[in-house]
């Protein structure tokens, strides 16, 4: 069973031009109730080899909300790498985005060699950081080396800026406008660089540019309440947040940047704005890896207030957006286990990206690529099939 499930996204241009777009997931959302009448150590080991992308967000979601449920501290220097590695997953996910997916939408067949370097990025990231496994295990005393973790991010820059960028982190991030993404997309030698102008020069980059609603920072004792309440179910399956559709993606993250906001002045959270947030998250997340290497080992180890003892919550931000786990015990049995997907906020039925691809169904043109090329923008890792009817 593929536990991600997939997306069925019916497209329909009505005779007044307008669009419509209906989206069906099946993803399989009592799949955590196997879970139950199991030790909380076993369920944190079982459920990263559910999925088969964000395995590591998974992981480490599961470990906080149990040790939170337990009242285990998560060690300072275990949580930095368990961050570092979610990063890490992040970073590969992204790229596997680029390499694979993007290379296709341009036509062209994706290089084996590329996807080899970023697939031994993660893994041998892993091994050599985390060579015991133990960083996902409860109350994990692994240390995030310095020595070990530098070269790693010696790689991730390296892969970033040949395969992606085109140019040093340094120079891209400097690019605050469009017309700095235009001078950049001229010498066209990267995927990235190839499939903005693409977008440019077809007219897309507006495209699906309804307006959305940002995941705020969510309380933690309410969202406990909506996880375990007696709707927690239908909130699951379809969650808002103050009674309208959220969504948490790579756009939301970057949203405030200048690059993005400046993409979005001129082109709404249109399909040029997701693309350049998921590039600007590329080049941030080697940066982002090498805070976590530097941070002060006296941290504050991180307390929930207003929750009862026995449960537990972790929110994890992955490739695809935020991930939240809720964990009842009994003991250090598990009662109840909730996850709350990325995918459940971003698809909402009444959505923005609902909305969006209702707009991109009312357009002429090829329908399908550019709704295809925008669910992939929206999030990097779901399965998804396009009908346009």
């Known amino acids: 069973m593929n536990m991600e499930g997939r997306l069925t996204i019916d497209l329909e241009r009505g005779p007044d031009g307008a669009g419509r777009a209906t989206i069906v997931s099946s993803r399989p959302l009592g799949v955590v109730r196997a879970l139950v009448g199991r030790p909380a150590n076993d369920a944190v080991k079982t459920l990263p080899l559910l999925f088969n992308v964000c395995g590591l967000a998974q992981g480490a979601a599961a470990a906080q909300a149990c040790e939170r449920a337990l009242g285990v501290e998560t060690e300072p220097d275990a949580g930095r790498l368990r961050q570092f590695l979610v990063c890490m997953e992040m970073l590969r996910e992204h790229l596997v985005r680029v390499v694979l997916d993007w290379q296709r939408f341009l036509g062209s067949e994706p ?194 207030d207003g929750i009862p003892q026995g449960r537990g919550l972790a929110q994890v931000e992955a490739a695809r957006g935020r991930l939240v786990h809720g964990v009842e015990l009994n003991g250090d049995v598990v009662h109840r286990y909730a996850i709350l997907a990325p995918t459940e906020w971003n698809f909402h039925a009444e959505g923005g990206a609902a909305r969006g691809l209702a707009d991109i169904a009312g357009l002429e043109g090829d329908v399908r690529a550019l709704a295809a090329l925008f669910v992939s923008s929206v999030d990097p890792c779901v399965g998804y099939e396009v009908r346009v009817h």
């Open 111 to 304: 290089r084996s060699e590329s996807m080899l370097r970023v697939m031994r990025l993660c893994t041998g990231a892993r091994r050599r950081l985390d060579p015991g496994a133990a960083a996902f295990d409860i109350g994990a005393g692994v240390a995030c080396d310095r020595d070990r973790t530098m070269p790693v991010i010696g790689e991730a820059v390296e892969l970033v800026e040949e395969l992606v960028l085109g140019e040093p982190i340094g120079v891209w991030s400097e690019r605050g406008v469009v017309g700095d993404l235009e001078r950049w997309c001229e010498t066209g030698t990267t995927a990235a660089q190839k499939l903005v102008s693409m977008v440019l020069d077809r007219g897309w980059a507006s495209a699906g540019g309804a307006a959305v609603n940002f995941l705020p920072a969510l309380s933690e004792t309410e969202l406990a309440e909506r996880l375990f309440g007696a709707e927690s179910g239908a909130f699951v399956a379809a969650p808002t947040w103050n009674g309208v559709p959220q969504e948490t993606s790579a756009l939301s993250r970057q949203a405030a940047g200048p690059l993005v906001g400046d993409v979005v002045r001129s082109h709404g959270h249109g399909l040029l704005a997701r693309v350049v947030a998921r590039l600007v998250e590329i080049a941030r997340l080697p940066g982002m890896m090498s805070d976590l290497v530097d941070a002060d080992e006296d941290d504050e180890v991180h307390v929930v």
